[in-house]
């Protein structure tokens, strides 16, 4: 009537099966790898860290440049930050800022990638999904994590890893209020 042909007249195209799709399953094949959940781990909690570094460093009283001020333009050596200019002042709070964060940052982008890594490692040994990868996980990270402190450190770092592993994954795997 139109001149438009009807719905039934249009040819129509195949259906997108993703699970068909290449890319599609050499992204899962990585996100399901060790290495995969490995490197995830690692950036997810690099940023984690870096947001969470500047959090803190944002609300730290004890910065390190309390009586900051390097030879030069801003006045000499010592000065206290509260009589520099406030542009000075500034500049000091988001360079301590980024060391804190770049610092925070790598820490736990380390501790992710190590624990998930290790995690993974396990569960592909045991086969079986259950709390147990996730104690053995934390009390290896945490001993490893230790292992400068000496033998006592390395038996704390993994009691106390393993501890706040299970605890996580405790609540993670809990039944919802559905």
């Known amino acids: 009537m139109n001149g438009l042909p009807n719905s039934g007249d249009a040819p129509r ?7 068909m799709d290449p890319n599609v399953k050499a ?3 990585f996100m399901e790898s060790c290495f995969g959940k490995s490197a995830i781990s690692g950036v997810m909690g690099f940023g984690m ?3 969470f570094g500047m959090f803190m460093a944002s609300m730290s009283y004890d910065t390190p440049y309390h009586t900051a001020g390097a030879p030069g333009p801003t006045g000499p050596m010592g000065q206290p930050i509260g009589q520099m200019p406030w542009r000075r002042q500034l500049s000091i709070g988001f360079k301590d800022m980024g ?3 770049w610092g925070m940052a790598k820490n736990f982008g380390k501790v992710g990638a190590m624990f998930s890594g290790i995690e993974c490692g396990i569960e592909g040994f045991r086969a079986k999904n259950d709390l147990a990868n996730g ?5 290896l990270t945490g ?3 230790a292992r400068s402190g000496g ?5 704390g770092g993994c009691a106390a890893f393993a501890a706040f592993s299970l605890a996580i994954d405790a609540y993670m795997r809990s039944p919802g209020e559905e």
């Open 13 to 19: 195209a195949p259906a997108y099966n993703s699970q």
């Open 27 to 29: 992204m899962s094949n």
């Open 49 to 51: 860290g870096g947001l």
């Open 99 to 101: 060391t804190r964060s």
């Open 135 to 139: 104690v053995a996980a934390g009390c």
């Open 143 to 145: 001993g490893i994590l």
């Open 151 to 155: 033998p006592m450190a390395v038996g």
